[in-house]
């Protein structure tokens, strides 16, 4: 996967530093937000620009995420072949209240929205549930690529919303 993405990674600008807290967090939130601008202007060019077009949106993110995480956190991805998945764990060290050291862990699925297919978020909702409770966290972002032609006429939408897992876990929901 890092391979894939190195192309699309090297048209990243943005920095890395931009998105670090005080302490040392990833502002999760920020990382999204410059996500969800970053597809707005350039999806197009970068779908029809990558070999594996099934999983261009995918490498994207994966590319701009490592970017931003690339020399201070890890990206752990975890492949569920033939289930139609794909999670993200990013991991950042900092330094918790106490003056420790400690680790930061956000949990990232990935789902396409395929043409002649339901709207992956319901499926998407359960399967980050299931990985929060493996993980341990209390909440999650599911990102939604839609590419159905529909949604491919014009300019890529993209929105950044809430909402809560079957289980009542809080998850931020970028379609994209």
């Given at each position: 996967?890092?391979?894939?993405?190195?192309?699309?990674?090297?048209?990243?600008?943005?920095?890395?530093?931009?998105?670090?807290?005080?302490?040392?967090?990833?502002?999760?939130?920020?990382?999204?937000?410059?996500f969800?601008?970053?597809?707005?202007?350039?999806?197009?060019?970068?779908?029809?620009?990558?070999?594996?077009?099934?999983?261009?949106?995918?490498?994207?993110?994966?590319?701009?995420?490592?970017?931003i995480?690339?020399?201070?956190?890890?990206?752990?991805?975890?492949?569920?072949?033939?289930?139609?998945?794909?999670?993200?764990?990013?991991?950042?060290?900092?330094?918790?209240?106490?003056?420790?050291?400690?680790?930061?862990?956000?949990?990232?699925?990935?789902?396409?929205?395929?043409?002649?297919?339901?709207?992956?978020?319901?499926?998407?909702?359960?399967?980050?549930?299931?990985?929060?409770?493996?993980?341990?966290?209390?909440?999650?972002?599911?990102?939604?690529?839609?590419?159905?032609?529909e949604?491919?006429?014009?300019?890529?939408?993209?929105?950044?919303?809430?909402?809560?897992s079957?289980?009542?876990?809080?998850?931020?929901?970028?379609?994209?």
């Amino acid at each position: 996967m890092r391979v894939l993405g190195a192309a699309t990674e090297s048209v990243i600008t943005a920095s890395p530093a931009q998105f670090l807290l005080p302490d040392g967090r990833l502002d999760f939130a920020a990382v999204l937000a410059e996500f969800a601008e970053f597809w707005q202007a350039n999806a197009e060019i970068l779908v029809s620009s990558q070999v594996y077009h099934e999983a261009a949106p995918q490498l994207v993110f994966m590319a701009f995420l490592q970017r931003i995480v690339n020399g201070g956190g890890l990206i752990d991805r975890e492949y569920g072949v033939g289930r139609g998945r794909l999670d993200l764990l990013v991991r950042k060290g900092y330094t918790g209240p106490d003056g420790h050291p400690t680790m930061q862990r956000e949990a990232v699925e990935l789902k396409v929205w395929h043409p002649r297919q339901r709207d992956p978020l319901e499926l998407g909702l359960v399967q980050l549930d299931q990985y929060l409770s493996r993980l341990r966290l209390d909440h999650g972002t599911l990102v939604i690529f839609d590419r159905r032609p529909e949604a491919l006429d014009g300019e890529p939408r993209v929105a950044i919303g809430t909402t809560t897992s079957p289980s009542g876990r809080p998850v931020t929901v970028l379609r994209a």
